[in-house]
Nanobody, 124 residues
């Protein structure tokens, strides 16, 4: 099992930027696909972005493509989500998750470990 802790959330004005971090500990972080999800009040948890264990492949939800960038540093056991041009509709709790299987999936139920989440609030 891997333990995940997110940080970097906060309050930002529309058009601003934030960088979320997710620190992992436990099993071999470098062998996992890592994903970011978000959940707004009253809504389902939705996929945001994912990255394979090598960092060679990434995938984004259409709603964030071109604005968000996922990356990872396996030496630091950390995955990042750089969020630019933030919009009020990006307001949500953001979660990182680890998928012990190879490849990228957008399905939340396929992920094996989850962090506790970090709040991102974007004011208009």
């Amino acid at each position: 099992q891997v333990q995940l802790v997110e940080s970097g959330g906060g309050l930002v004005q529309a058009g601003g930027s934030l960088r979320l971090s997710c620190a992992a500990s436990g099993r071999s972080f470098s062998s996992y696909t890592m994903g970011w999800f978000r959940q707004a009040p009253g809504k389902e948890r939705e996929f945001v972005a994912a990255i394979t264990w090598t960092g060679g492949s990434t995938y984004y939800a259409d709603s964030v493509k071109g604005r968000f960038t996922i990356s990872r540093d396996n030496a630091k056991n950390t995955v990042y989500l750089q969020m630019n041009s933030l919009k009020p509709e990006d307001t949500a709790v953001y979660y990182c998750a680890a998928d012990y299987q190879a490849g990228i999936t957008t399905a939340a139920h396929r992920y094996d470990s989850w962090g506790q989440g970090t709040q991102v609030t974007v004011n208009a």
